[in-house]
């Protein structure tokens, strides 16, 4: 395989064709009851498919095509451009099949889908040239670090930058990139979008969880960015990007973190209900070694199986709680508001930590042959351990945050 000069291997994204979007007609059927009846019936795709999408260390491509063709990717978009524009609680209902699954599949799902709201805050213009013309969704990655250095040109920007965490580029048509402009004080933070095929991606992704993600690193070198294309981060944030001012539906007008948040939560509540279900059934199967005893009859597995249901289904409320909340912020124009961001951030970390919590008690549960690579159980324990290290999820960060609005004194990080 080609590398590039830094002696990289590249990796070989498979830009979609777009010959499988769903009709108008299609999509002005859909409900999001059908959309949720839709992603639980790939449950049983997904999951037969997780281990050769962690070896891959890729979506496997006709899980992927499945997916496409449920119409998911059309959640956020404006109905303006004929999107189903569905409401945060419908997203959750049917992204979390999807975690049951197969984590790593469900985690590029739900960021992919969540980026097409993304892509509603960027000028009128770009979503012109996109859900208005050549492509009634996007599927692209949303890298934020390390930020690119661009520099103001005639008409745009000149952009250069090499970003890790690439989720969804195996599978892009498009990239959302952050870029810091040079020379100014404080630094303004901007995202581009710019086409997957002007772009490098290198083979990086090599994980001991989510491998199945494909997640790896983009790069371009002085490549030129129209202005219509660029958005100010900042805005995004405080909920007053252009999706603020060109939509009435409060969900563009939200803040953006809360929502991310919530986003990369969905896939870790789906493991957590998945390990949950297997271990349930395999109590009924497992002979505890050295007697006819099933581990169902053991009172120390039963008691970690409810704490570990109790754990998942309590994540779920909160993520839940925290995505109609953040719905209320763009409701009440409160999104600029740092108080609320802070708490809703705090109940989130707080929710990533209890779904690994409740994967950890089942997994040390499950006997030596939970070991083994095959096995989902210990696949959702290596993936929530990948999960929770996004930085949205730091529990230790999130409640000095927290602790410090309670008295008074002002935010000590920028990831609000």
């Not at 009709?23 to 992603?39: C, F, G, I, M, Y």
């Amino acid at each position: 395989m080609a590398d590039d000069s830094s002696g990289v291997a590249l990796a070989r994204p498979h830009i979609p064709a777009g010959d499988d979007w769903l009709t108008s007609d299609e999509l002005k059927a859909l409900t999001p009851q059908d959309l949720v009846a839709r992603t639980t019936a790939l449950k049983p795709l997904l999951a037969a498919h997780a281990r050769e999408a962690e070896i891959a260390r890729r979506p496997v491509q006709a899980v992927w095509d499945a997916v496409r063709k449920t119409g998911a990717f059309y959640h956020f978009v404006p109905r303006k451009y004929g999107g189903l524009e569905f409401d945060v609680d419908s997203f959750i209902d049917a992204m979390l099949p999807l975690g049951e699954a197969c984590a790593s599949t469900a985690w590029v799902t739900t960021f992919c889908v969540e980026h097409n709201w993304m892509a509603a805050q960027f000028p009128e213009a770009f979503q012109d040239e996109t859900f208005g013309g050549a492509f009634p969704y996007i599927i692209a990655p949303g890298v934020t670090m390390p930020p690119g250095q661009a520099t103001p040109v005639e008409g745009g920007y000149r952009l250069s930058g090499r970003w890790k965490w690439g989720t969804g580029v195996m599978n892009s048509d498009w990239i959302l990139a952050t870029g810091m402009v040079a020379g100014q004080t404080p630094p303004t933070i901007l995202f581009f979008a710019f086409p997957t095929a002007e772009a490098t991606v290198l083979d990086t992704w090599h994980v001991d969880g989510m491998a199945g993600t494909g997640s790896n690193d983009i790069a371009v070198k002085e490549l030129f960015v129209p202005a219509h294309r660029v958005m100010n981060m900042g805005h995004m944030r405080e909920g007053r990007a252009h999706g603020a001012q060109l939509y009435d539906n409060p969900i563009y007008r939200m803040p953006m973190l809360p929502f991310l948040a919530v986003t990369a939560a969905i896939p870790a509540v789906g493991a957590a209900h998945g390990a949950v279900k297997l271990f349930r059934e395999r109590l009924q199967e497992r002979v505890m070694h050295g007697t006819d005893q099933k581990q169902a009859d053991k009172p120390a597995a039963q008691m970690r199986l409810a704490r570990a249901d109790v754990m998942a289904q309590t994540a779920e409320m909160l993520i839940r709680e925290v995505a109609r909340a953040n719905v209320e912020l763009g409701r009440r124009n409160r999104a600029s508001e740092v108080e609320p961001r802070i708490a809703l951030r705090l109940k989130i970390a707080y929710a990533m930590d209890l779904c690994r919590n409740a994967i950890r008690i089942l997994a040390e549960a499950s006997g030596s042959g939970a070991h083994f690579l095959d096995n989902p159980i210990q696949r959702a324990l290596r993936d929530i351990n990948v999960m929770s290290s996004h930085v949205v999820y730091d529990l230790d960060g999130a409640l000095e945050l927290h602790g410090r609005a309670l008295i008074g004194l002002p935010p000590n990080s920028p990831v609000i």
